[in-house]
């Protein structure tokens, strides 16, 4: 099972900012929080992952609450082209391997 | 520099019939996995390999099995193939590293009849 929760829908008005909430109060010391979209039916892929610490690129910008029980992906000016499937994703650790279990997402429709 | 390569793009097989889905990276990825996506659905690991020559359940493996033979290379095959497989498999690469990120193919459409 997903270690993530997220809500299933959101919309956004184009140029604005959008804000994508994600919780994961499991979360252990060591594990990272990434993010994932998926266009249409293309090949996800990736936005940007972080630890505990803010970080922020030339997609967008995750923050982490200080216990990093829950995180927001911010798109800063969303635009048409960033309608999409945006996925938080916890690593999760099995037999030494890590590798990455994906949730259903959040559909964030950016609307003109 | 081609990344994460899958063939084929689109496959129709008949109930029973048998196929190799083939995926193939240039970038030196130690981990390779394998996706599937139902409609409306998420992802879901069907199998995974840390590293060449190893091997690992996901979360759906059954009626699957896969080869990591080198590298570059991991496949994935239906021996048998039933209709509840019908389905866009993904195939995607990483390093191995727990700060690395995957990159994946463009999928493989796949109908079972």
């Known amino acids: 099972d997903a270690k993530t929760t997220q809500p299933p829908s959101m919309d956004c008005a184009e140029g604005r900012a959008a804000n994508l909430p994600c919780n994961h109060s499991t979360i252990s010391g060591n594990e990272y929080v990434y993010w994932y979209r998926q266009i249409h039916s293309q090949g996800p892929q990736y936005i940007i992952h972080g630890l505990k610490n803010n970080e922020t690129n030339e997609m967008a910008s995750l923050i982490i609450t200080e216990d990093r029980k829950s995180s927001t992906l911010i798109l800063p000016h969303a635009t048409l082209r960033d309608t999409a499937v945006y996925y938080c994703i916890v690593r999760v650790a099995q037999g030494g391997s890590e590798k990455l279990v994906f949730g259903k997402g959040t559909k964030l429709t950016v609307n003109p | 520099n081609a990344g994460v390569t899958q063939t084929p793009k689109f496959q129709v097989l008949k109930t029973g019939q048998s196929m190799t889905l083939q995926c193939a990276q240039d970038?030196?990825?130690?981990?390779m996995y394998w996706y599937r996506q139902d409609p409306g659905m998420g992802l879901r690991l069907i199998y995974y390999?840390?590293?060449?020559?190893?091997?690992d359940k996901g979360e759906v493996p059954n009626g699957y099995n896969v080869s990591r033979l080198n590298k570059r290379e991991f496949s994935l095959r239906l021996e048998s193939a039933a209709p509840s497989q019908t389905s866009v498999y993904f195939c995607?690469?990483?390093?191995?590293?727990?700060?690395?990120?995957?990159?994946f193919g463009s999928g493989t459409q796949l109908s079972v009849l």
């Open positions: 995607a690469g990483e390093r191995g590293d727990n700060s690395e990120k995957l990159f």
């Open positions: 970038m030196n990825h130690n981990s």
């Open positions: 390999s840390a590293s060449e020559g190893t091997t």
